[in-house]
């Protein structure tokens, strides 16, 4: 079982940076992959960016690729997604979630992840 728990939201113009946190409580996190997912107002869950168990392994929707950068800390049970050059269209509530693998696949379907976080909502005005 992990718990997840997504800080760093925020209201920011267009252009700047926003720094998403997500701690999670439990056991073995380090055996977890993670991502990111986020859903704007009226469309589906859309995936955002994965980092496998060992941190070796990463992977970012082509939206965000050279601007977003997802790391991890295992020592500290955290996840962070750092954002930059932000712009509206990144405007969504951000999901953090956790699936159990040591695989270092790629995992973009919501499905697949076995845990979420409560979300943070990122607004970017214009």
């Known amino acids: 079982q992990v718990q997840l728990v997504e800080f760093g939201g925020g209201l920011v113009q267009a252009g700047g940076s926003l720094r998403l946190s997500c701690a999670a409580s439990g056991r073995a996190f380090s055996t977890y992959a993670m991502g990111w997912f986020r859903r704007a107002p009226g469309k589906e869950r859309e995936f955002v960016a994965s980092?496998?168990?060992?941190?070796?392994?990463?992977y970012y929707t082509g939206s965000v690729k050279g601007r977003f950068t997802i790391s991890r800390d295992n020592a500290k049970n955290t996840v962070v997604l750092q954002m930059n050059s932000l712009k509206p269209e990144d405007t969504a509530a951000y999901y953090c979630?956790?699936?159990?693998?040591?695989?270092?696949?790629?995992?973009?379907?919501?499905?697949?992840?076995?845990?979420w976080g409560q979300g943070t909502q990122v607004t970017v005005s214009s």
């Open positions: 980092i496998s168990a060992s941190a070796g392994v990463i």
């Open positions: 979630a956790a699936k159990s693998t040591y695989s270092s696949n790629f995992y973009g379907n919501a499905d697949e992840y076995d845990y």
